[in-house]
T-cell receptor, first 114, second 113 residues
Framework: EADIYQTPRYLVIGTGKKITLECSQT?????MYWYQQDPGMELHLIHY???????EKGDLSSESTVSRIRTEHFPLTLESARPSHTSQYLC?????????????FGPGTRLTVL | GENVEQHPSTLSVQEGDSAVIKCTYS??????FPWYKQELGKGPQLIID?????GEKKDQRIAVTLNKTAKHFSLHITETQPEDSAVYFC????????????FGSGTRLSIRP
């Protein structure tokens, strides 16, 4: 069982609020990721990081931002939440297994913006 | 760009029967193919993976097959049980440490009692 945590698990918030979704892992993994998951299941990569002070945008454009100041911590911030941000957000980390990455996912944060 | 297609999107099988989920990938440099299972209210969890130098791998009731020439791979679940009900994702990634993993669109598997 991987040790990767996300808080809060559920969040209901009004439009215009600033929010930060927390993600932390205790495995010392260098790579971390944020995915947005549709109600229709599909996983969309929105941010990733290869290590401290490294952040990259993913395949799906997102108004969120991320930071990676510590190896174990990869928070995601929305400066002004909108109803279109309502979704499930999944954090993951990985370490190469041999030379292939195995990703470990957190339990997710379900965000609802009213 | 790189793409992984997964079929079917939904699958319903009778308990005890087999279930098969199929994926195709576009990047011939892909050489690692993990499968994830996502239960309700949880994040996806790795259940089995296969590397490009292997054609088949089995773990109890779960097996994966890989055809590199045709660029497709499959998940087979035999003797299905109610706890197999979940969303399953296939994925593919390449050789270098900078390669990103590409996920399929998911299959929602339901096991009928």
């Amino acid at each position: 069982e991987a040790d990767i945590y996300q808080t809060p698990r559920y969040l209901v918030i009004g439009t215009g609020k600033k929010i930060t979704l927390e993600c932390s892992q205790t495995m010392g993994h260098d790579k971390m990721y944020w995915y947005q998951q549709d109600p229709g299941m599909e996983l969309h990569l929105i941010h990733y990081s290869y290590g401290v002070n490294s952040t990259e945008k993913g395949d799906l454009s997102s108004e969120s931002t991320v930071s990676r100041i510590r190896t174990e911590h990869f928070p995601l911030t929305l400066e002004s939440a909108r109803p279109s941000h309502t979704s499930q957000y999944l954090c993951a980390s990985s370490v190469p297994s041999g030379r292939m990455d195995t990703q470990y996912f957190g339990p997710g944060t379900r965000l609802t913006v009213l | 760009g790189e793409n992984v297609e997964q079929h079917p999107s939904t699958l319903s099988v009778q308990e005890g029967d087999s279930a098969v989920i199929k994926c195709t990938y576009s990047d011939s440099a892909s050489n690692y193919f993990p499968w994830y299972k996502q239960e309700l209210g949880k994040g996806p969890q790795l259940i089995i993976d296969i590397r490009s130098n292997v054609g088949e791998k089995k773990d109890q009731r779960i097996a994966v097959t890989l055809n590199k020439t045709a660029k497709h791979f499959s998940l087979h679940i035999t003797e299905t049980q109610p706890e197999d009900s979940a969303v399953y994702f296939c994925a593919a990634s390449g050789y270098s440490s900078a390669s990103k993993i590409i996920f399929g669109s998911g299959t929602r598997l339901s096991i009928r009692p």
